[in-house]
């Protein structure tokens, strides 16, 4: 049974095998602490008895919440996972009355951009180079939030 809990240090070590895994750029064990800690950033873990098999970190921001990272082990995908991370960001999201959820996702990563655009995403904008690995650009994608 997979469990959505918050990140605690002991994860990095799963999370970065993780990050190595889905990016080609991946952030070190050094960035997550760094997040971790930082009072804005909020990091959630979906474990599979004791190992991550998933995370998502987003950062509150004056705009809305910005998601950092979301990633899902490839033996793990297409079970929901990342919907159900998503779904405890909104629960955040409309405790603190964030107007938006945000996010950068490669021009490339088709499977990320369908993911979003079924979860009520839309594109806003694009900023060139954003990847170092291949130059590509990164899409800016914004799901609005009703006010409750």
């Not at 997979?2 to 991946?26: H, L, S, T, W």
């Not at 997550?32 to 970190?57: G, Q």
């Not at 979860?119 to 806003?124: D, L």
Request: charged fraction near 30%.
């Amino acid at each position: 049974m997979i469990r959505i809990r918050p990140m605690v240090p002991d994860d990095i070590p799963d999370i970065v095998n993780i990050e190595k895994a889905c990016f080609p750029d991946p952030w070190n064990a050094l960035l997550f602490y760094i997040e971790l800690r930082h009072p804005d950033v909020h990091s959630l873990v979906a474990a599979d008895r004791k190992k991550c098999c998933a995370y998502l970190i987003f950062r509150k921001e004056e705009k809305g919440l910005h998601i950092l990272n979301l990633a899902v082990i490839e033996s793990h995908r297409r079970r929901g996972i990342a919907g159900k991370l998503l779904r405890r960001m909104l629960h955040y999201a409309k405790r603190v009355s964030a107007p938006a959820l945000i996010l950068e996702v490669s021009e490339n990563n088709t499977a990320a951009r369908a993911f979003y655009t079924a979860k009520g995403f839309e594109v806003y904008g694009r900023e060139a180079g954003y990847y170092e690995h291949d130059a590509s650009d990164a899409l800016r994608m914004m799901k609005k939030l009703e006010k409750m």
